[in-house]
């Protein structure tokens, strides 16, 4: 069973930054897209950022500019460098392979942009 574990996130002020954790455990882990997905009460999920196993970054318009994401294949994690964040970035932030058929879901990471 593959498992995915996410880590990093916290309480920080506006303006402040994160850096987000994934690991995977999972040995083809370097040939798979990946994508950090977030998702705030109320709210759908929406993908913010994803890498291919090349290292070709997406961002969503709302993050773009600010957001980070990075992977290191040898340590099978990827990352997410959160800079500048606002009061609408905060939400429970998930990793997973950006395919229609995912990894089974981490338990997230929480981020919350607070004064």
């Known amino acids: 069973q593959v498992q995915v574990v996410e880590s990093g996130g916290g309480l920080v002020q506006p303006g402040g930054s994160l850096r987000l954790s994934c690991q995977v455990s999972?040995?083809?882990?370097?040939?798979?897209?990946m994508g950090w997905y977030r998702q705030a009460p109320g709210k759908p999920a929406e993908l913010v950022a994803r890498?291919?196993?090349?290292?070709?970054?997406n961002y969503a318009d709302s993050v773009k500019g600010r957001f980070t994401i990075s992977r290191d294949n040898a340590k099978n994690t990827v990352y997410l460098q959160m800079d500048n964040l606002k009061p609408e970035d905060t939400a429970a932030y998930y990793c997973?392979?950006?395919?229609?058929?995912?990894?089974?879901w981490g338990q997230g990471t929480q981020v919350t942009v607070s004064s």
């Open positions: 890498i291919t196993s090349g290292g070709n970054t």
């Open positions: 999972e040995s083809m882990f370097s040939i798979y897209p």
């Open positions: 997973n392979r950006n395919l229609s058929v995912r990894y089974p």
